[in-house]
């Protein structure tokens, strides 16, 4: 992006500002934020215009300068709703859903809208799906702090020994890092293969021996054991968050057990590589960089189509997986226009061939985009289509759920209590006492918003939202 100071202006603040939205809404969201760059050097600090390049540098990833901007919009008038919003947007894209939700709150209490309560619904339901409850989010084991920089991890060694080593000499503490997992049957699924390497690690920092050696820059082994553990955990957070377990399982599934036939008659250099890249795009994705992410998909995609039907079997499947990892990355880059387009994709493709897990997939994502940009209605149809391809308990709790979710959001309550006892129905088969939970919550928020009406009395027509610009 050129450096508006270093080139002359040659309209005005109002042009530039009508040129950068008229850009954004053609998706040019990079000459967008350079007409708005343009717009600040004439007139700086306006809130307005630096909320607007903030969304453009959130549409590109860049989420650190989106963050600077939309405090900047802050600075002068802490009240600024649009600022609040899109501050908010911004750290729940950034995955701090704890401060996210302060400041959905926070613009709530100033301008009840729709936005922002959504905003506190989703940022209120991330939490609990990747901690758990608020009193498990607060962070002891102090090994977190070695993702920093290697700075930060010397000075950890250095400074903050004892403060780790409690963790093996405090059998409460440990528990309670475990707890905030809540189930090792879930956590074993969300891991999947990984979950021998956790059990491995745990067991480890019962030798204490070992734990006490160092291995360079002060860094002891139990630093080490305790920073892999940790990084698990975050993974398994973040699947929790992400989609439902049985999604996960299944999308790996149908690629290894494609590809694990194949090398079984000829272990070729290309099925090696095809099963190593879609483990990279995984891991780049629950290790939060989904730009990374998407790249990496992109450049394998565009690789597999090149190559014919000898070389890669499955092609369809393995096409129709690729452009699913692409609509994941693109979700969590807020790219949402871009993201209904790879997953209606990969549905595309389940369509034609005939592939029944990859059409649940596939209606599993497009209706997860419907759901965050506010289009209830549309998430509601692609999920119910989903129904019939729902082959396990756990499955049909998670669908029922989020349906009923949505049906509350359209305020047409007897529809999401009936979703919501199904739901409940489901999770007391499958024992889950979590969704159980969950369920029940659904119900009570059903019931709470008013008399419902019989199936008989249908209500009058609901008004669904339009499509909200994804901040």
Same mark, same amino acid.
């Given at each position: 992006?050129?450096?508006? /100071? ?32 343009? =717009? ?27 963050? @600077? ?56 339901? =991330? ?20 993702? #920093? ?14 403060? *780790?080593? !409690?963790? *093996? ?16 049957? &879930? ?10 390497? +956790? ?6 920092? #019962? ?22 553990? $940790? ?7 973040? %699947? ?16 290894? /057990? ?50 014919? +039907? @000898? @070389? *890669? ?34 549905? /595309? ?15 599993? $994502? ?13 998430? &509601? ?16 709790? %998670? ?9 509350? @959001?359209?305020? !047409? ?21 979590? %969704? !159980? ?35």
């Amino acid at each position: 992006m050129a450096d508006p /100071e270093n080139e002359v202006l040659r309209s005005t603040f109002p042009s530039y500002m009508a040129e950068g939205e008229r850009l954004y809404l053609c998706g040019e969201f990079a000459k967008a934020a350079h007409s708005f760059s343009n =717009a600040l050097h004439l007139q700086s600090g306006d809130k307005n215009c630096l909320v607007a390049r903030s969304k453009c540098f959130l549409k590109m990833g860049e989420l650190e300068k989106s963050l @600077e901007d939309a405090e900047a919009s802050l600075q002068g008038d802490p009240t600024f709703c649009k600022g609040i919003l899109q501050k908010a947007e911004t750290l729940y894209t950034m995955g701090d859903f704890e401060f996210a939700l302060v400041f959905y709150h926070r613009g709530y209490k100033l301008r009840p809208d729709r936005e922002f309560k959504v905003g506190i619904q989703k940022a209120q339901e =991330a939490i609990n799906n990747s901690v758990g409850s608020p009193s498990s989010i607060k962070l002891e084991n102090k090994g977190d702090l070695s993702f #920093l920089s290697k700075q930060a991890e010397s000075k950890r060694a250095q400074q903050k020994p004892h403060l *780790v080593r !409690q963790l *093996v000499h405090h059998p409460k503490r440990e528990s309670k890092r475990k707890g905030s997992l809540k189930s090792e049957k &879930i956590v074993r699924q969300l891991l999947g293969e990984l979950y021998v390497d +956790k059990e491995y690690l745990e067991k480890l920092l #019962l030798d204490e021996d070992l734990i006490k050696g160092t291995i360079k820059r002060g860094l002891t082994v139990e630093d080490l054991i305790m920073t892999g553990i $940790n990084y698990l955990d975050t993974r398994s957070d973040f %699947w929790r968050q992400q989609k439902p377990i049985y999604a996960r399982e299944r999308d790996r599934k149908l690629m290894q /057990e494609k590809w694990l036939r194949d090398r079984k008659r000829r272990p070729s250099q290309t099925a090696r590589y095809i099963l190593k890249s879609l483990e990279d795009i995984d891991m780049l994705l629950t290790s939060g960089s989904a730009e990374g992410s998407l790249q990496k998909a992109e450049k394998v995609l565009k690789k597999v189509l090149e190559w014919n +039907k @000898e @070389e *890669v079997p499955n092609k369809d499947e393995l096409v129709g997986n690729l452009y699913s990892c692409i609509g994941n990355a693109q979700i969590e880059l807020g790219q949402m226009v871009a993201a209904l387009q790879s997953h209606r994709k990969d549905l /595309e493709i389940a369509k034609e061939y005939d592939l029944p897990d990859a059409k649940s997939r596939a209606l599993d $994502n497009i209706g997860r985009v419907f759901a965050r940009v506010g289009k209830f209605q549309q998430a &509601i149809d692609t999920w119910e289509e989903k129904i019939p391809l729902a082959k396990t308990t756990l499955e049909k709790t %998670w669908l029922f759920h989020e349906i009923g979710r949505c049906y509350l @959001e359209l305020d !047409q309550a007897w529809e999401a209590q009936s979703y919501g006892e199904k739901s409940q129905q489901c999770a007391e088969e499958e024992g889950d006492m979590e %969704w !159980q939970l969950n369920a029940s919550v659904l119900v009570a928020q059903a019931q709470g918003t008013g008399a419902l009406p019989s199936p008989s009395q249908p209500s009058g027509p609901a008004v669904t939202p339009g499509l909200t610009s994804p901040s």
